[in-house]
């Protein structure tokens, strides 16, 4: 079985998380500088199974394209240029940020922690992989 890897792509960082083998608990794997997701992608996917991608769909409050819906859809093609023979879908990923600062403050994160934005990215993907997943399982 393989694992579903999220991705909440941004203008300058990139968080990624990743399913269970049996898609049932998502955990944060990096953030990295957007420039080198493919590549770590290409690496990642050559030691373990991935069956799809999941990119994080970027809209506004009523559903309109975000200010990064532009990025994400180049994104999107350059990664199904780097992986023609995998799906890639892409999810609401409205209030993941919202979400990730609450997780963080419910978890006791001081606050130097919680300003960490590579940390909030990584914990925003695997909420959106969270979510997908268990909006999969109604």
């Keep these: 079985m393989g694992r579903i890897v999220a991705i909440d792509y941004g203008k300058k960082r990139t968080g990624i998380a990743v399913s269970d083998p049996m898609k049932i608990i998502a955990g944060g794997l990096t953030t990295l500088a957007s420039s080198e997701v493919i590549e770590f992608l290409k690496r990642y996917a050559a030691e373990n199974e991935v069956e799809m991608f999941l990119l ?13 819906m532009d990025r994400a859809l180049t994104f999107k093609r350059k990664l199904q240029q780097a ?13 993941t940020s919202v979400l990730a600062h609450r997780a963080m403050l419910d978890g006791g994160l001081k ?21 997908f997943m268990e909006a999969k399982r109604l």
């Design 111 to 131: 606050k130097k922690a919680r300003q960490d934005k590579a940390l909030v990215d990584e914990i925003s993907a695997t909420i959106l992989l969270q979510s």
């Design 56 to 68: 994080g769909e970027p809209r506004q409050m009523d559903y309109s394209p975000s200010e990064n």
């Design 83 to 95: 992986f023609p023979n995998k799906e890639i879908k892409m999810f609401d990923e409205r209030f």
